[in-house]
C-alpha cells in the first residue's frame, strides 16, 4: 500500500507530508483548496505525463517522494530492471519550472515510461470523469474480457490473427493488375541487367581506392622505395653488408671474449631483419609497374561503382543485396500465380483457425458476461439501485470474415435503472450519478482479479446524494477490507465512513495561496462532517447529527 507521500511546490501546495494508513482513507476540504492535487502529486509520481504548470509559481522544481509496501509484481519489475531494494519502494519524481522531469526508483533513475509501468503495478487511480468511459461502446469489450481473465485466449487468438492478416496481405501484393506487374517486371528487369553486368564483387571498392592512392603516388613512393633499398643492401655502403661485416668481427671478439656471445645473436638477427625488410621494399617496388591503362581501367571502374551507389542510395555491400533481393522479387513475381494458389490454401487453413478460436473465444466471453451480469446487478442493488437490470448484449462481427480482430463478437452494455424500463445503452439510460455507482460497482467487481494494492478514487460522489451516498460509502469502506482505498469526497455520507480523514484546507500569506493537508482525530472528523452537511455554520445540533453520523459507521463496521 502507500504509506507516506512527501510534495514539494505542487500548484498551490508549497510543502506536505501524509501518513496514509491501511483501510479507508478520505480526503475533504472546500471546493478549490486542493484535493485534487493530492491525486495529481500521486499520478505524476506513478508516471503521468506532467508539465510546467504543476510547478508552484516562483519555484526552481517540485518534488513527490512517495514509499509502497513491496509487492510481489513490484519484486519482479526491480529485477527486470536491475534495481535493488529493501522491503520498502521508494518512488520519486521532480519537475523542473521548464516542466523536465527525472525519475527515480530505491534511487535509481528510471525514464518515465518505467515509472508509468511500475505505477500501474502499484496504484489504480479512478477520475472524476472515468464514469464516461461506460458510454464509450468500444471499451466494453475490453471490461468483459478483464472480468473473465481472459488475457491467454485473446493473445492465441491475436497470434493467430496475424498470421491470417500476413497472408492474406501476401495475396494481396501478389494479385497486382496486369499493368502494374508489367511495370514491376520491367523495372526489376533493368535494375538486374544493370547490376549484372557491373559484375560486383564484396569489398572490390576498398582495394580500387587503395590501388588508386598507390598509383597517384607511384613516383614518389618508387623515389622513396629505392632509396631506403639502397641503403639496406643495393649501394656500395648498405646497412646490410656493414651489419655483416660487424657480425664477423664481434664473432672474431667472442671467440676471446665468450661475454659477448649475446651482442653476436643480437648483430645477426639484426643482419635478418635488415635483409627481411629490404626484400619487402624489392618486392613492393616490383608490383609498382605503373601503366596509364590500369590507371584509367581503375578509375573508369570506380566512377561506376560510385554512379551505381549513389543511384540507388546504398553501398557496395547494399548493391549486392539488392540484386539479390530484386532477383527475388522477379522470380515471386513471375511464379506469382503459383504463389498465389499455394497462399490461398494457407490462408483457409489460417482462417479456419482464426474462426474456431474466435468462436472458443465467445464462448468464454459469454460465460463471463453470465457472471458480470449477476455481479453487476448485485453491486448496483447495494448501491440504492433496487430496480437496476444490467446485461451484455453480443452481436456478430460484420465483415466478409466474420471476425476481426478482437474476434468474432461486438459487445455492449445494456441497463434499465428504473422498473417497468426497457434495457438501454447506458449513454442514453444512466445518469451522472448513476454512471458513478456503476463505475464503483465495476471497480469493486474487477478488483478481484487484480493485484494492485490500492485504489484511488476522485469525487466519485458526482451526482450522488442521499441514501445512495450512504450506500457509496459503505461500498468504499467494503472495498477496503481488502485493498487501501483512497477518496476525495464532498459527502459526510462518505467521509464518515473513513478509517482515516485528512482535510485539505487553503490560506492566504503575504499575498500567497497556501495549501495544507491535516490528519483529523475524532473530534476534528465530527467538526468536519458538520461542516459538510452545514457549511460554516456548525452548531450543537449538527456537531450533535455529526457523532451520530460516526457511531452509526462504527457500528456498521463493527457488524462487518
Same mark, same amino acid.
Given at each position: 500500500?502507500?504509506?507516506?507521500?512527501?510534495?514539494?511546490?505542487?500548484?498551490?501546495?508549497?510543502?506536505?507530508?501524509?501518513?496514509?494508513?491501511?483501510?479507508?482513507?478520505?480526503?475533504?476540504?472546500?471546493?478549490?483548496?486542493?484535493?485534487?492535487?493530492?491525486?495529481?502529486?500521486?499520478?505524476?509520481?506513478?508516471?503521468?505525463?506532467?508539465?510546467?504548470?504543476?510547478?508552484?509559481?516562483?519555484?526552481?522544481?517540485?518534488?513527490?517522494?512517495?514509499?509502497?509496501?513491496?509487492?510481489?509484481?513490484?519484486?519482479?519489475?526491480?529485477?527486470?530492471?536491475?534495481?535493488?531494494?529493501?522491503?520498502?519502494?521508494?518512488?520519486?519524481?521532480?519537475?523542473?519550472?521548464?516542466?523536465?522531469?527525472?525519475?527515480?526508483?530505491?534511487?535509481?533513475?528510471?525514464?518515465?515510461?518505467?515509472?508509468?509501468?511500475?505505477?500501474?503495478?502499484?496504484?489504480?487511480?479512478?477520475?472524476?470523469?472515468?464514469?464516461?468511459?461506460?458510454?464509450?461502446?468500444?471499451?466494453?469489450?475490453?471490461?468483459?474480457?478483464?472480468?473473465?481473465?481472459?488475457?491467454?485466449?485473446? *493473445?492465441?487468438?491475436?497470434?493467430?490473427?496475424?498470421?491470417?492478416?500476413?497472408?492474406?496481405?501476401?495475396?494481396?501484393?501478389?494479385?497486382?493488375?496486369?499493368?502494374?506487374?508489367?511495370?514491376?517486371?520491367?523495372?526489376?528487369?533493368?535494375?538486374?541487367?544493370?547490376?549484372?553486368?557491373?559484375?560486383?564483387?564484396?569489398?572490390?571498392?576498398?582495394?580500387?581506392?587503395?590501388?588508386?592512392?598507390?598509383?597517384?603516388?607511384?613516383?614518389?613512393?618508387?623515389?622513396?622505395?629505392?632509396?631506403?633499398?639502397?641503403?639496406?643492401?643495393d649501394g656500395e655502403e648498405n646497412a646490410v653488408s656493414m651489419a655483416q661485416n660487424?657480425?664477423?668481427?664481434?664473432?672474431?671478439?667472442?671467440?676471446?671474449?665468450?661475454?659477448?656471445?649475446?651482442?653476436?645473436?643480437?648483430?645477426?638477427?639484426?643482419?635478418?631483419?635488415l635483409t627481411d625488410a629490404a626484400e619487402l621494399l624489392r618486392d613492393l617496388r616490383?608490383?609498382?609497374?605503373?601503366?596509364?591503362?590500369?590507371?584509367?581501367?581503375?578509375?573508369?571502374?570506380?566512377?561506376?561503382?560510385?554512379?551505381?551507389?549513389? *543511384?540507388?542510395?546504398?553501398?557496395?555491400?547494399?548493391?549486392?543485396?539488392?540484386?539479390?533481393?530484386?532477383?527475388?522479387?522477379?522470380?515471386?513475381?513471375?511464379?506469382?500465380?503459383?504463389?498465389?494458389?499455394?497462399?490461398?490454401?494457407?490462408?483457409?487453413?489460417?482462417?479456419?483457425?482464426?474462426?474456431?478460436?474466435?468462436?472458443?473465444?465467445?464462448?468464454?466471453?459469454?460465460?463471463?458476461?453470465?457472471?458480470?451480469?449477476?455481479?453487476?446487478?448485485?453491486?448496483?442493488?447495494?448501491?440504492?439501485?433496487?430496480?437496476?437490470?444490467?446485461?451484455?448484449?453480443?452481436?456478430?462481427?460484420?465483415?466478409?470474415?466474420?471476425?476481426?480482430?478482437?474476434?468474432?463478437?461486438?459487445?455492449?452494455?445494456?441497463?434499465?435503472?428504473?422498473?417497468?424500463?426497457?434495457?438501454?445503452?447506458?449513454?442514453?439510460?444512466?445518469?451522472?450519478?448513476?454512471?458513478?455507482?456503476?463505475?464503483?460497482?465495476?471497480?469493486?467487481?474487477?478488483?478481484?482479479?487484480?493485484?494492485?494494492?490500492?485504489?484511488?478514487?476522485?469525487?466519485?460522489?458526482?451526482?450522488?446524494?442521499?441514501?445512495?451516498?450512504?450506500?457509496?460509502?459503505?461500498?468504499?469502506?467494503?472495498?477496503?477490507?481488502?485493498?487501501?482505498?483512497?477518496?476525495?469526497?464532498?459527502?459526510?455520507?462518505?467521509?464518515?465512513?473513513?478509517?482515516?480523514?485528512?482535510?485539505?484546507?487553503?490560506?492566504?500569506?503575504?499575498?500567497?495561496?497556501?495549501?495544507?493537508?491535516?490528519?483529523?482525530?475524532?473530534?476534528?472528523?465530527?467538526?468536519?462532517?458538520?461542516?459538510?452537511?452545514?457549511?460554516?455554520?456548525?452548531?450543537?445540533?449538527?456537531?450533535?447529527?455529526?457523532?451520530?453520523?460516526?457511531?452509526?459507521?462504527?457500528?456498521?463496521? *463493527?457488524?462487518?
Amino acid at each position: 500500500m502507500l504509506n507516506e507521500l512527501h510534495i514539494e511546490n505542487i500548484a498551490v501546495i508549497e510543502r506536505a507530508d501524509i501518513a496514509f494508513n491501511a483501510g479507508l482513507n478520505v480526503l475533504t476540504g472546500e471546493t478549490g483548496a486542493g484535493k485534487s492535487i493530492v491525486i495529481d502529486a500521486i499520478g505524476a509520481v506513478l508516471g503521468d505525463r506532467v508539465s510546467r504548470e504543476l510547478v508552484r509559481r516562483g519555484a526552481d522544481k517540485a518534488l513527490v517522494s512517495a514509499s509502497f509496501d513491496m509487492t510481489s509484481e513490484a519484486e519482479a519489475f526491480l529485477r527486470e530492471n536491475d534495481i535493488d531494494s529493501d522491503e520498502e519502494l521508494i518512488v520519486q519524481r521532480r519537475i523542473s519550472a521548464d516542466g523536465k522531469s527525472s525519475c527515480r526508483v530505491c534511487g535509481v533513475p528510471v525514464s518515465a515510461v518505467q515509472l508509468k509501468e511500475l505505477g500501474a503495478l502499484l496504484v489504480d487511480i479512478h477520475g472524476q470523469n472515468d464514469g464516461r468511459q461506460l458510454t464509450d461502446e468500444r471499451r466494453h469489450m475490453e471490461y468483459l474480457d478483464r472480468f473473465g481473465v481472459l488475457d491467454e485466449s485473446l *493473445k492465441r487468438y491475436g497470434e493467430t490473427y496475424e498470421r491470417f492478416v500476413a497472408v492474406k496481405k501476401q495475396i494481396d501484393d501478389l494479385r497486382l493488375d496486369e499493368e502494374e506487374k508489367e511495370r514491376l517486371r520491367d523495372r526489376l528487369s533493368y535494375r538486374i541487367d544493370e547490376l549484372e553486368k557491373a559484375a560486383l564483387k564484396d569489398g572490390e571498392y576498398d582495394e580500387i581506392s587503395a590501388r588508386l592512392a598507390l598509383l597517384r603516388n607511384s613516383e614518389k613512393l618508387t623515389e622513396a622505395i629505392d632509396n631506403a633499398y639502397g641503403l639496406l643492401y643495393d649501394g656500395e655502403e648498405n646497412a646490410v653488408s656493414m651489419a655483416q661485416n660487424a657480425a664477423y668481427y664481434a664473432q672474431r671478439a667472442a671467440a676471446i671474449a665468450p661475454e659477448l656471445e649475446g651482442s653476436v645473436k643480437s648483430i645477426n638477427d639484426a643482419v635478418f631483419s635488415l635483409t627481411d625488410a629490404a626484400e619487402l621494399l624489392r618486392d613492393l617496388r616490383d608490383s609498382l609497374d605503373f601503366s596509364p591503362e590500369e590507371f584509367d581501367r581503375l578509375e573508369t571502374r570506380l566512377s561506376l561503382l560510385n554512379k551505381l551507389q549513389r *543511384k540507388y542510395n546504398t553501398d557496395e555491400a547494399g548493391l549486392i543485396a539488392l540484386l539479390d533481393e530484386s532477383r527475388t522479387k522477379l522470380d515471386e513475381l513471375e511464379g506469382a500465380d503459383e504463389s498465389i494458389a499455394r497462399l490461398e490454401k494457407e490462408l483457409e487453413r489460417e482462417r479456419k483457425a482464426c474462426q474456431a478460436q474466435a468462436l472458443e473465444l465467445s464462448e468464454k466471453r459469454r460465460e463471463a458476461a453470465a457472471k458480470l451480469r449477476e455481479r453487476i446487478v448485485a453491486e448496483l442493488r447495494a448501491l440504492s439501485m433496487p430496480s437496476v437490470r444490467f446485461d451484455v448484449e453480443f452481436t456478430p462481427v460484420e465483415n466478409d470474415e466474420g471476425f476481426n480482430a478482437r474476434g468474432c463478437d461486438t459487445v455492449r452494455f445494456l441497463m434499465s435503472a428504473n422498473a417497468g424500463e426497457e434495457l438501454g445503452r447506458i449513454s442514453r439510460i444512466a445518469s451522472g450519478g448513476e454512471l458513478s455507482r456503476i463505475m464503483l460497482a465495476m471497480k469493486n467487481v474487477f478488483a478481484e482479479n487484480d493485484p494492485v494494492p490500492t485504489m484511488i478514487f476522485d469525487e466519485i460522489d458526482t451526482g450522488v446524494s442521499g441514501v445512495a451516498a450512504q450506500r457509496v460509502g459503505e461500498k468504499l469502506y467494503s472495498v477496503s477490507l481488502g485493498k487501501q482505498v483512497m477518496c476525495v469526497t464532498h459527502l459526510p455520507q462518505i467521509a464518515a465512513m473513513a478509517d482515516s480523514h485528512f482535510v485539505i484546507a487553503k490560506s492566504e500569506h503575504d499575498g500567497r495561496t497556501y495549501t495544507s493537508v491535516t490528519p483529523l482525530d475524532r473530534d476534528g472528523r465530527a467538526r468536519e462532517l458538520a461542516r459538510l452537511h452545514g457549511g460554516d455554520n456548525i452548531t450543537a445540533l449538527t456537531l450533535a447529527s455529526a457523532e451520530e453520523q460516526l457511531n452509526a459507521c462504527e457500528a456498521y463496521k *463493527k457488524a462487518l
